[in-house]
Nanobody, 132 residues
Framework: QVQLVESGGGSVQAGGSLRLSCAASGYTYNRNCMAWFRQAPGKEREGVARIYTGGGARYYADSVRGRFTISQDKDNTKGTLTLILKMTGLGPEDTGTYYC??????????????????????WGQGTQVTVS
């Protein structure tokens, strides 16, 4: 069963930091795009950051560039992958539910498709981040 499970959300004061994790199972994401999205109450879901698991190429939304870092932790012996989002300099505008997502089509998408919602077909259940 293909599954993404996020963890690490919570409440933090403005200026603080959080680290989100996403454990991927049921599928080997060796050459795929994986990303973090977020959704604030009453707003559309928006892309935050993407990484290409085949080579580590990263892309960030303008709103988080320089503050957030996406990375991956692979364990090839176990066949597992954890997607990580380190968030610093958090502000109230970063409040929302954060989702991990995977594009199972494979391959590295061009930059103009990096955070295209429609391309990501596997989603986690989300983890809440609240900044006050």
């Amino acid at each position: 069963q293909v599954q993404l499970v996020e963890s690490g959300g919570g409440s933090v004061q403005a200026g603080g930091s959080l680290r989100l994790s996403c454990a991927a199972s049921g599928y080997t994401y060796n050459r795929n795009c994986m990303a973090w999205f977020r959704q604030a109450p009453g707003k559309e879901r928006e892309g935050v950051a993407r990484i290409y698991t085949g080579g580590g190429a990263r892309y960030y939304a303008d709103s988080v560039r320089g503050r957030f870092t996406i990375s991956q932790d692979k364990d090839n012996t176990k066949g597992t992958l954890t997607l990580i989002l380190k968030m610093t300099g958090l502000g109230p505008e970063d409040t929302g539910t954060y989702y991990c997502a995977a594009d199972r089509s494979g391959g590295r998408r061009p930059v103009n498709q990096a955070l295209a919602l429609r391309l990501y077909t596997v989603w986690g259940q989300g983890t809440q981040v609240t900044v006050s």
